[in-house]
């Protein structure tokens, strides 16, 4: 958090790596996106497009593809757990007590703070073809011009899996 402002004073476009809410990351792209106005360009050009990553996977049932992405996430929090404690033994502006995984909720299924109408976290591109055009849709109105996926985190997902769940997408 913050360096996509570092990021907007060179004329750098942002990754925002942060995982978490649409809203936190609407509210960096707007400010990303003012800052970016009065930049110092550090190369040829100025690139002023904003990323962001989310989770992914897509199966023709919501329900299944719901249980099984939210068992990735799961798996993808449980560890990102482990390793928060390392953040001290090389600690950074970018990353510091709060950091990467500030707000991360490793438990599946989650809270029903911030979840849809299909009690899915609202940045998780995990469910049903439907509800995951509903979410880059969502992603895009924030001001969020690409996103990359996490597809199989800790490998939770078996492979053939995988696949088909790209095809779908």
């Keep these: 958090p913050g360096t996509e402002l570092e990021a907007a004073e060179r004329g750098l476009g942002a990754l925002g790596v ?24 550090v190369g ?22 719901a249980a099984v ?6 798996a993808f929090g449980y560890i990102s757990a482990q390793a928060a404690s390392a953040r001290h033994v090389f600690p950074t502006r970018s990353y510091s007590a709060g950091g990467l995984l500030e ?7 989650p809270p029903t703070e911030g979840n849809d109408e299909y009690g899915i976290s609202d940045f998780l591109c995990i469910g049903d ?32 899996a995988v696949l088909e769940s790209l095809r779908l997408f």
């Design 44 to 65: 040829a050009f100025v690139n002023e497009h904003v990323d962001t990553v989310s989770f992914l996977y897509c199966h023709e049932d919501l329900q299944t593809g």
């Design 129 to 160: 073809p439907e509800r995951i055009i509903k979410v880059c849709k969502r992603w895009e109105s924030a001001g969020i011009d690409r996103l990359n996926f996490l597809i199989n985190t800790t490998e939770t997902i078996p492979q053939e």
């Design 69 to 74: 992405g939210g068992s990735m996430v799961g």
């Design 18 to 41: 942060t995982i978490g809410p649409i809203a936190v990351q609407e509210a960096r792209a707007a400010a990303y996106r003012k800052r970016i106005q009065s930049c110092d360009p």
């Design 103 to 109: 707000g991360f909720r490793p438990a599946w299924p």
